[in-house]
């Protein structure tokens, strides 16, 4: 057999492009047509990137974890298939195109609606061709003949489809109600939109004059400027301050009105004065106690936000932050203002644009969504959904059982036009899953649609079912419905988990999936969230860049301990690019051995007692990852493959089986055939996790097959199990650690041999025997003697383990007195510590003022320079006895 040859250095460049281009001409991703129908299954939907986007680190860890786990179920024989798309996200794109156009001292109003949604659809195609090749630069193994976008045919079908028979059911409604307002983007947003930020801002207190002139009373507030539509002041019915107010009327100043005092157990006592004014169409609470006394609803507001014509004059056009300011420099000129107090309190904003969100009174539709959250909750309960981490439960179940309707519609041209007509002649409104020609009522052709579309989420809502073809009864979707997990970020819980489970059972009958996999935030390595404002993003098509998509890919598995976040920046994808590095080295070591060579039948390979050993762990490593994968925990899974291939594969097997390299040809064939064998089985250990680099080389191994993806992963074999000689080799190994820790501490070159006298016990004294000329090898020991301790142990450095003590003598390996040296300042600067930690600890102050595992970490801190400074003391009277 000829030697193969990898390039001399590692260059993820060389190969990355190559070889996922290779994949998608063989379209290798796709699920096996020929797939039994009795097959497990396993497949997940992507969660749709925004189209007018480009991926982050949290799309980077995100999409790496889906790649991980659909790789394997893969490679263990399911059917798989992971579908990929993009997501329209109304407010968000249309925001950009809108911003596009200011810039070309356009906007929407001037070229109108079709050509703003030409031109949004233009900008759509751009941003997701670009989306679509970062994916495939992560290594996405996406079966990218099934992509889809939420606005395309098929789903536009479903989602008119599904808002007809809502409707139908009574679960859909229009009406006439407060909702949360962005000014910025002129629409409508849901409760589950509105970002609450904890703001500083003032509490003024004023008073309103009683029309009979007997007095006054006195109101706090937050909004000022929401006077202007207030039409009642509410107190509690039991407060006694206020009970003889009860009933009467109070001019409202700056506005000609009088407006009455009413009791409601709804006003908080302990709040500013006890007395609130209620404005109805701009406050939550006010708009239900004026439900309850049937008071005016008075809108104040533009959509945009400003003052509009029922405000007395002065006020009109004034933005919110003007008309405020203006009202409170008003009632100071009028004598009624008392008082400003600062005041910390919650105020909603736009998740969107920041903008702040204004109660406003709006024509809307809305679903119900009790009926449908009561199904969902039910699922949970019913162990139908599961999700991990397992706390994220508790969360989904409180929000199904505290469910608002959701306002749907948006006052947008980007997104789902909502399917509803409205007749010009007679008023009749029509909902209809095609698009009418006439009135059903009175036949006239004047039919106008719903000018709004419906928000996002209502269309990523039935992503699972509608990408396999919903409503149609197609082929995928009776093969994939429902899927098998979710992986997805805890932000997006509420917009699109749990409507995704409500719609799924709703329209199938089924949840969408079962496994529910909330990742982490990606973080600085500092712990901060990254951020625009804060420049700490990583761009991880520039990680790809300079370390590969493999590394980036490894060391996000590495990182990903369930239910915490990732700390990460670019210089961490270090890990996963060593890592590979190790793998590329030692398959090139390897496949240069292959020269002269003749690979045997693995059946009849005898095996040494190290070959079991090799293969034991690599039996514990393969039900690791296994489990690992199974449960969700990414970072166990990828540390088990890690400790495989980098310590027990490479520092070890590979170490000691030079040896057998160096020995006749019929022991070089007998090694070959097993580092080939184990190789073949550590690259498809690892390629879930480093899906690139393991094809590259698995494709140049002798006797490899198809595409690595399609091999099988690697199972726990019990004939392989041999615990016996994993005990053996485990205490050869920590003999070899103890001889090679004295060499680093030392900085014994690695070409220079020491002589070793290790005094083992009655167990182990068998097992060195039998492995002495391994011993030798892997520890780099020139004369290795088994017995008692040396008489003279002058020049020697002693360490012990569990049944031995060795002794390394360095003499003639190192310059004994330039280390003496060291060691002298070694001890200098640990006794310094100790002397600066020994003040602070007596100092009573800090004892008793600082956190208790403060001053516990310095007691260790102390002891551990006691321990240090012993043993230094130990080294320089062995050396100093030279």
């Not at 190969?15 to 797939?35: G, L, T």
């Not at 002589?755 to 068998?766: F, I, Q, S, T, Y």
């Amino acid at each position: 057999m000829k030697a193969i040859e990898l390039a001399k250095s590692f260059d993820p460049k060389g190969y990355e492009d190559r070889i996922y281009s290779s994949w998608m001409q063989r379209k290798s991703f796709a699920p096996a047509p020929d797939a039994p129908r009795a097959a497990r299954k396993y497949v997940i939907v992507i969660p749709p990137p925004n189209v007018t986007g480009v991926l982050h680190m949290g799309h980077g860890l995100n999409n790496s974890l889906q790649d991980i786990v659909i790789r394997y179920h893969r490679m263990i024989g399911e059917d798989t298939l992971w579908v990929p798309g993009c997501d329209h996200a109304g407010i968000a794109t249309q925001n950009v195109v809108e911003k596009m156009l200011k810039k070309r001292g356009s906007s929407r109003a001037a070229i109108g609606r079709e050509a703003f949604v030409e031109e949004t659809w233009k900008v759509t195609r751009e941003h997701h061709d670009i989306i679509v090749q970062q994916l495939k630069r992560l290594g996405s193994s996406c079966d990218w003949d099934r992509e889809r976008f939420t606005l395309d045919e098929g789903l536009s079908r479903a989602v008119r489809e599904v808002f007809v028979s809502l409707y139908e059911k009574g679960l859909i409604y229009r009406g006439y109600y407060l909702v949360n307002w962005c000014p910025s983007c002129r629409t409508a947003i849901s409760d589950d939109e509105v970002e609450h930020v904890e703001t500083r801002g003032k509490l003024w207190h004023y008073r309103y004059p009683l029309a009979d002139g007997s007095g006054s009373i006195t109101i706090a507030t937050t909004r000022p400027e929401t006077m202007l539509g207030d039409t009642a002041v509410a107190v509690h019915p039991e407060d006694e301050r206020y009970r003889g107010m009860i009933g009467k009327m109070v001019s409202l100043p700056l506005t000609g009105r009088q407006i009455p005092i009413i009791a409601d157990a709804a006003v908080e006592r302990e709040f500013g004065t006890g007395a609130v004014k209620v404005t109805p169409a701009h406050d939550p609470v006010d708009n239900e106690i004026g439900h309850r006394h049937s008071l005016p609803e008075i809108n104040i507001l533009t959509p945009d936000g400003k003052m509009n014509e029922n405000v007395p004059e002065p006020y009109r056009g004034l933005p919110v932050a003007k008309a405020r300011a203006k009202v409170v420099e008003d009632i100071k000129a009028a004598g009624l203002f008392i008082k400003e107090e600062d005041h910390t309190h919650q105020v909603g904003h736009c998740y969107r644009c920041n903008t702040v969100i204004e109660p406003y009174l709006s024509d809307q539709w809305f679903v119900k969504m009790r009926p449908l959250a009561e199904k969902a909750l039910k699922a949970w309960e019913d162990g139908k959904i599961r999700f991990y981490p397992q706390r994220w439960e508790n969360t989904y179940a409180n929000w199904m059982k505290s469910i608002r309707d959701w306002c749907i519609s948006r006052q947008l041209w980007w997104g789902h036009r909502i399917p509803v007509w409205y007749c010009a002649d007679c008023g009749e409104m029509i909902v209809s899953r095609a698009e009418p020609t006439k009135c059903p009522k009175c036949g006239s052709a004047k039919l106008e649609q719903d000018p709004d579309v419906l928000d996002t989420w209502f269309s990523s809502a039935l992503w699972p079912f509608s990408t396999l073809g919903w409503p149609e009864k197609t082929a995928d979707l009776a093969r994939f419905y429902p899927t098998t997990a979710l992986i997805t970020a805890y932000d997006i819980i509420f917009f699109w988990v749990a409507r995704m489970i409500m719609m799924g059972l709703e329209f199938m009958g089924e949840v969408p999936f079962k496994d529910i996999y909330i990742t982490g935030l990606v973080r600085d390595k500092q712990g901060r969230k990254m951020s625009k404002s804060l420049g700490n993003g990583v761009d991880p098509l520039e990680v790809i860049d300079e370390y590969g998509a493999d590394a980036l890919k490894f060391t996000i598995a590495f990182l990903a301990a369930q239910g915490q976040d990732v700390n990460f920046d670019k210089e961490s994808a270090k890990l996963g690019s060593r890592f590979a590095n190790k793998i590329w080295n030692a398959s090139r070591y390897l496949l240069m051995n292959l020269e002269g060579r003749t690979l045997l039948d693995r059946s009849g390979v005898a095996l040494t007692e190290i070959d079991r050993w090799v293969f034991h762990r690599l039996n514990a490593a393969a039900a690791a990852v296994r489990a690992g994968l199974e449960g969700y925990r990414f970072n166990d899974a990828s540390q088990a493959v890690y400790e495989f291939i980098w310590n027990d594969f490479c520092d070890w097997y590979l170490e000691a089986a030079k040896l057998s390299l160096a020995a006749e040809d019929a022991e070089k064939d007998r090694i070959v055939t097993l580092l080939v064998w184990l190789l073949d089985e550590s690259l498809r250990l690892a390629h879930p996790f480093l899906p690139l680099i393991t094809e590259e080389i698995y494709q140049r191994l002798p006797q490899h097959g198809a595409e690595i993806m399609h091999q099988p992963y690697p199972a726990a074999d019990p004939a392989r199990e041999a615990s016996q000689a994993a005990a053996r080799f485990g205490a050869l190994q920590e003999v070899v650690r103890a001889v090679r820790t004295i060499r680093a501490e030392f900085t014994v070159p690695p070409d220079a041999k020491v002589d070793v006298v290790v005094v083992p016990d009655e167990a182990l004294r068998p097992v060195l025997e039998s492995f002495s000329t391994l011993l030798r090898h892997l520890a780099g020991i020139g004369s290795l003697t088994l017995g008692d301790p040396p008489r003279a142990a002058r020049g020697s450095i002693a360490a012990a383990g569990k049944g031995f003590e060795v002794f390394v003598k360095l003499e003639g390996a190192i310059d004994a007195a330039r280390e003496i040296a060291r060691l002298g300042r070694d001890r200098e600067k640990a006794q310094a510590e100790v002397a600066r930690t020994r003040e602070k600890l007596a100092k009573a102050s800090f004892v008793e003022r600082a956190p208790r595992e403060v001053v516990e970490k310095e007691r260790e801190k102390l002891a551990d320079l006691d321990r240090l400074i012993a043993k230094i003391d130990g080294y320089v009277n062995a050396l100093g006895a030279s």
